[in-house]
Nanobody
Framework: QLVESGGGSVQPGGSLRLSCAAS????????VGWFRQAPGEEREGVAC??????????EYADSVKGRFSISRDIPKNAVYLQMDSLKPEDSAIYYC???????????????WGQGTQVTVSS
């Protein structure tokens, strides 16, 4: 099971850190990532990080490069998404996703959390 937390409301230019905790998976063995979906919009892959056993830098959507950062805490078995310089267009439900193949990109067939709402508004 994947449980996201850290969502909420923030003003433009603010920051949030999303967390994803896993109770049944060793997250260092999985590729980990975040997707988002706003009302009426298609789902968008935001960030992805390959498993610890593979070599590769994090991948980001162009819309968040330089503002968002994905990381994994192996002792805590958690994944984080640090979001800075938030914009109203970042408002969406954010989903934590993990993939057993260990590679990016992640897909609908991978393991998904329930999501956490992020709202950026003045």
């Amino acid at each position: 099971q994947l449980v996201e937390s850290g969502g909420g409301s923030v003003q433009p230019g603010g920051s949030l850190r999303l967390s994803c905790a896993a109770s049944e998976f060793r997250l260092d063995y999985y590729a980990v990532g975040w997707f988002r979906q706003a009302p009426g919009e298609e789902r968008e892959g935001v960030a992805c990080l390959v498993s610890s056993t593979k070599d590769g830098p994090p991948e980001y959507a162009d819309s968040v490069k330089g503002r968002f950062s994905i990381s994994r805490d192996i002792p805590k078995n958690a994944v984080y998404l640090q979001m800075d310089s938030l914009k109203p267009e970042d408002s969406a439900i954010y989903y934590c996703v993990i993939g057993s193949w260990g590679t990016c990109p992640l897909t609908d067939d991978d393991h998904w959390g329930q999501g956490t709402q992020v709202t950026v508004s003045s």
